[in-house]
């Protein structure tokens, strides 16, 4: 000992006699050690290397470092340095363990060389953990995954709201250009913050004939692209920043009163959290970089298939895989993601995004099922299109890093990068070729349907799914209204057959048609009642009352003509009653401008048409006047006692009546857009 101490001394006034200069740093060709956790009262896992460097920034050897502990935590004991002076080897690296004391905390080591008039240093930061460190690490990556997602949900919310009935004016773009439909998939997708949630709509959508199965294609390339947005923004180094996007959010949200500052402030606030919930599971998996079981598990995943398996099925279980992104941007900013893991994860995150429109795909028609399965084929083949090219990818990615860079500061950008390039090279690839897919998709889901569609009296077109979007909700409403409406214009054509037939088969669908009209009616009505709506949006409630209204008068109208006109139509029958030759013209042409008027209501409330308010208001005058006519004219004929006018006087009546009141609702239709 006495005599290496000797040498020690004689080597230092050589060095410093010499004035040689060197420079000790932190390696970066090799793991240094630095930040490295480990129980207390326990050796650290990976020893801590110095490098000791020439002016001429090359390897010096044999350079005695002196390590010292120059902090530690307050009552900290039994800290203890393997060798408190270490050499360097040919390389220029030396290296030393240390014990940690026996009070959690932050650990300081500091390296030194004596180096003439300028002495170099560095300093390393170890972390001491208690032994049950690990429910912190189950708590604080639980509590940061929470915080994440709902973050995620938050900016949703508020990013709907916002948009508001924009949504409306989104789906109504989508025509058979596919062009506009890939933007609006990324536009959608950008709002609702998911293309799994995405996904999922356009397979209601297909399922209730809102759009075409062809037209989702183009849409579910423009959700893939969509959903890279979302990485993008995460890989953003915000962290530092959270808490100031949460409280101007907050102040937003909580004290400003207009809807659409509280919905930003909403969007914000939620971003905010985000970013929070990221910096607290980062924080917490720190420890894991010296879990050598963990660090090694991880490194199992750059095995493509193993980490194309755990990326689907993480992905499928908190479907979204924007989410698994930000989980991976964590991960990778703690250096516990390599390149090759990280490409492996990022395929397997596609492969596992269709995974909601499959589940939502149960139960629903063929081309609802097209849709998912589409989604889940563009997916597999993204898979196989950029599988083989791992490896190259992860050598360009590495060559462009510098050297000089951790990878832990560049890979977290890289990876929603890779994500970004992936689906929209694949999205270039394919679109040239929809048509053809759209082929491939009839005859991998060949349709089992054969015959006419028989139409039931369940709804088919809204869906629970969406009663927390008011604008899509609303818009499923009024289609649903619609599809009653025709149903009712049947009713209202086949009215007068068993006046002019004397037939009863016509009763039978009559009572078949009000049994599913009241049924609608029902579902419809307790449908409007559940949707949630958003800061009581005026513009919103006030079309809510308008469906709501329109429902009511076509229930009216239903009414009038399955129970008032069907009970008159069966004493009718009955008792063989027949029309006069004038009264069978005139009935037939006051039915017929009866029927004229009803259309025109609802086609002004389904297109929201202001000049067809114009007609439906002319069209009613001269309804009233025509009734007043007709009254008149069978007062006349009275006055003759002619004897078929004479028995059908009162049903006669009755007729015209029950046509004008008919009339009156469906202008009412029209009228409740004015209130």
């Known amino acids: 000992m006495k005599k290496r101490f000797f040498c020690t001394c004689i080597l230092f006034v050589l060095y410093t006699c010499s004035f040689a200069h060197f420079s000790i740093i932190e390696p970066k060709h090799t793991p240094s050690g630095n930040l490295q956790h480990a129980a207390v009262l326990h050796q650290i896992a990976e020893p801590l290397q110095f490098y000791v460097i020439t002016e001429n920034n090359t390897p010096a050897a044999d350079v005695p470092i002196e390590i010292s502990i120059i902090s530690t935590p307050e009552n900290a004991e039994h800290t203890h340095i393997s060798d408190s002076i270490i050499y360097t080897n040919t390389q220029g690296i030396a290296q030393t363990y240390v014990t940690l004391g026996n009070v959690a905390g932050t650990y300081q080591i500091a390296a030194s060389i004596e180096n003439g008039s300028k002495p170099s240093f560095c300093v390393y930061t170890l972390h001491a953990r208690a032994s049950n460190w690990w429910i912190f690490l189950l708590l604080g990556l639980s509590s940061g995954l ?140 720190s420890p894991l970089h010296s879990f050598q079981s963990f660090v090694s598990l991880l490194y199992t995943l750059e095995n493509p298939l193993l980490g194309i398996l755990v990326g689907t099925i993480f992905t499928a279980v908190i479907q979204s895989s924007a989410a698994f992104i930000g989980i991976m941007i964590a991960f990778a900013s703690q250096g516990l993601l390599t390149v090759d893991a990280s ?145 009712i214009q049947i009713s209202l054509e086949l009215i007068m057959l068993p006046f002019l037939e004397n037939n009863k088969e016509h009763l039978h669908m ?51 003509l399955t129970k008032t006109l069907h009970r008159r139509a069966e004493k009718w029958i009955e008792r063989n009653y027949a029309f006069s030759e004038a009264e069978y013209i005139d009935i037939k042409k006051f039915h017929a401008s009866t029927i004229q008027l009803f259309t025109a209501s609802m086609r002004f409330f389904s297109e929201n048409n202001i000049h067809d308010v114009f007609r439906i208001k002319d069209k009613a005058n001269k309804q009233t006047h025509i009734a007043l006519e007709l009254e008149k004219k069978h007062f006349v004929r009275l006055l003759k006692q002619e004897p078929l006018e004479m028995m059908n006087s009162k049903t006669y009546l009755e007729l015209i009546n029950m046509f004008k009141i008919i009339g009156n609702h469906a202008v009412n239709i029209s009228k409740a857009d004015e209130i």
Do not use: C
């Open 510 to 560: 009559l009572e078949t048609q009000r049994d599913e009209i009241k049924a609608l009616r029902d579902e419809i009505r307790a449908y409007l009642l559940k949707i949630k709506f958003h800061d009581n949006s005026k513009t919103q409630l006030q079309e809510l009352f308008v469906i709501s209204h329109t429902l009511s008068e076509l229930s009216h109208i239903n009414d009038a």
């Open 146 to 285: 929470i915080l994440f997602l709902f973050g995620i949900h938050l900016m949703s919310g508020g990013l709907q709201k916002a948009a508001g009935d924009k949504m409306r004016s989104i789906l109504s773009s989508l025509t058979r250009n596919n062009f506009i439909g890939v933007g609006v998939g990324a536009l959608i997708t950008m709002i609702v913050q998911s293309s799994g949630a995405t996904s999922a709509m356009l397979v209601g959508f297909v399922n209730s004939g809102l759009i075409r199965f062809r037209q989702t294609l183009s849409i579910l390339l423009g959700t893939a692209i969509g959903s890279t947005i979302t990485a993008q923004l995460i890989a953003f180094k915000l962290t530092d920043y959270s808490l100031g996007m949460i409280a101007v959010g907050g102040i937003l949200y909580l004290f400003l009163h207009k809807p659409i500052q509280k919905n930003w402030g909403q969007a914000i606030l939620g971003f905010g959290i985000l970013f929070f919930g990221m910096e607290i599971m980062s924080d917490a998996m």
């Open 343 to 487: 490409i492996a994860l990022i395929l397997g995150a596609n492969l596992g995004t269709p995974s909601t429109a499959l589940l939502a795909s149960i139960k629903t028609t063929i081309n609802a099922k097209r849709v998912a399965i589409a989604l889940l084929m563009y997916k597999v083949l993204l898979v196989l299109l950029f599988i083989g090219f791992v490896p190259y990818i992860s050598d360009f990615i590495q060559s462009r890093t510098p050297a000089s860079t951790p990878l832990h500061e560049t890979l977290p950008r890289q990876i929603a990068n890779i994500h970004t390039v992936f689906n929209i090279v694949f999205a270039i690839i394919i679109f040239p070729f929809l048509k053809q897919f759209e082929k491939l998709m009839y005859v991998l889901v060949p349709s089992k349907e054969t015959g006419t569609e028989i139409i039931t009296k369940n709804t088919r077109y809204i869906s629970n799914k969406m009663l927390s979007q008011p604008a899509i909700a609303l818009q499923l409403a009024k289609e649903e209204i619609v599809r009653v409406s025709k149903k």
